[in-house]
């Protein structure tokens, strides 16, 4: 098990921009694949971005492709999702999520979860 903490969140006038934090720790943390999801009011959690820990090989939803930008700093564990051009419709709660699965999307298949963090974006 990994344990994930995020942090960074809160709310910007739309074409604002964030930067989400998520932070790893437990053994091995460098074989899993890291990934950010959404959930918004009365919608189903959705894959953001994801990124391999070790490659650092990037995955990314069409409706953020070009906008949000996931990183990672293997010194400090640290997963990122720097988020630019923000939209209402990206107003959300945030969650960091892991799993040993390579460029896995789905949320089934992420077995660690964080607590999530708040992003709203006013119009």
């Known amino acids: 098990q990994v344990q994930l903490v995020e942090s960074g969140g809160g709310l910007v006038q739309a074409g604002g921009s964030l930067r989400l934090s998520c932070a790893a720790s437990?053994?091995?943390?460098?074989?899993?694949?890291m990934g950010w999801f959404r959930q918004a009011p009365g919608k189903k959690r959705e894959f953001v971005a994801s990124?391999?820990?070790?490659?650092?090989?990037?995955n990314y939803a069409d409706s953020v492709k070009g906008r949000f930008t996931i990183s990672r700093d293997n010194a400090k564990n640290t997963v990122y999702l720097q988020m630019n051009s923000l939209q209402p419709e990206d107003t959300a709660v945030y969650y960091c999520?892991?799993?040993?699965?390579?460029?896995?999307?789905?949320?089934?298949?992420?077995?660690?979860w964080g607590r999530g963090t708040q992003v709203t974006v006013s119009s």
């Open positions: 999520a892991a799993t040993s699965l390579p460029m896995a999307t789905a949320d089934v298949n992420f077995g660690s």
């Open positions: 437990g053994r091995t943390v460098s074989r899993y694949t």
């Open positions: 990124i391999t820990w070790s490659s650092g090989r990037t």
